[in-house]
């Protein structure tokens, strides 16, 4: 980066330093990674000088024979990848994708059910702060209180009581299986959408370590980046009878120009997901996710339905005298980076909840193994014991720069 760090020596040192920070700490952010050195070139590309409203074929500016190329190509590769259908590269980010979603199959007021924010799910699956939960009529389901877990009869009575036009099935914080199957009969029986929210485990999908939503559900919305390892942005999968209304309902409903970058870099991320080696790092995910949990658990931490599945962790800090906001502050201190997270049933509030949220995507990028995880465990287990010793942080600190350096991280330079 020559050019910036003559041109604007201040964001030059602040990207440096980050870059030093992503390298140097262990990142247990569910929903970051690393992506390749090839998806960065791609999200920096000469493509960002373009504009192009519309689809390929069907523009509104000229010049846009190379663009139009590129996006079917990334279209191509996205239905292939999942079995869609119909699919759509160009929503911004996960939130508009799933607005343009429920765009394209509600009326204002109609029914929207999903996973309450408190439960794992996500703000924009009809929570009250945001616009889906203002726009549209919300129906939340839980978890059970003794499980951890969704209870799908639980979920078809209210489904059945209240009748909603969408049901979309998803989460953020939920360590467990998806049953989509069980999603899609609910949803047939009571004559609802079934929008499938993949944003966390579409990696884990197209790595064989998660069953897929289709053919269960009408629309899946998914991110590029989490466990899929691409760029910030999203794709829309759909069956094909409605593709136009998904279609209109991104440009011209939300959006105007997609972000061409963005989407070759989607592309890069899609081809780099089709390899027999990013099936070897989904399973690395799962298998990491287990090993970490067995090792916090063995330590006495109580985790949200006992365990997971899938590629993150929720652990419910009440029984260890400590606030996840505590915890998380501490563990960054010593280099181990992850996010304060509501649990089920949170006497807290969620700003200073009961709970953190672990994940694996990026430490399995970087190769490690379970042997690192269980090394993680045990330094999880020190600060947390000792949230506000200083030489205990900065010895942990030093000891995980250490174990960084070992397994490289795929796009950055090493020191």
Known sequence: MEALSKSDPEIFRLIREEEQYQRDSVRLIPSENYVSQAVLEASGSVLTNKYSEGYPGRRYYEGQRFVDQIETLVIERAKALFGAEHANVQPYSGSPANLAVYLALMKPGEGLMGLSLPHGGHLTHGWNVSVTGMLWRPVRYTVERETGRIDYDAVRALALKERPRVIVTGATAYPRLLDFAAFGQIAREVGAYLVADIAHIAGLIVGGMHPGPLPHADVVTTTTHKTLRGPRGAMILCRKELAERIDRAVFPGLQGGPHNHTTAAIGVALKEAATPAFRAYAERIVRNARALA??????????????????????????????????????????????????????????????????????????????????????????????????????????????????????????
């Open 294 to 415: 067995d090792e916090l658990g063995a330590r006495g931490f109580n985790l949200v339905s006992g365990g997971t599945d899938n590629h993150l962790l929720l652990v419910d800090l009440g029984n260890k005298g400590i606030t996840g906001k505590q915890a998380a502050k501490a563990l960054d201190r010593a280099g181990i980076i992850c996010n304060y997270n509501t649990v089920p049933y949170d006497p807290r509030k969620p700003f200073d909840p009961s709970g953190i949220r672990l994940g694996t995507p990026a430490v399995s990028s970087r190769a490690m193994g379970e042997g690192e995880m269980r090394q993680i465990g045990r330094w999880i287990d020190e600060v947390v014991a000792r949230p506000d010793d200083a030489a205990l942080a900065a010895r942990i600190a030093g000891a995980v720069g250490e174990l960084c350096r070992q397994f490289p991280a795929p796009g950055l330079l090493r020191a």
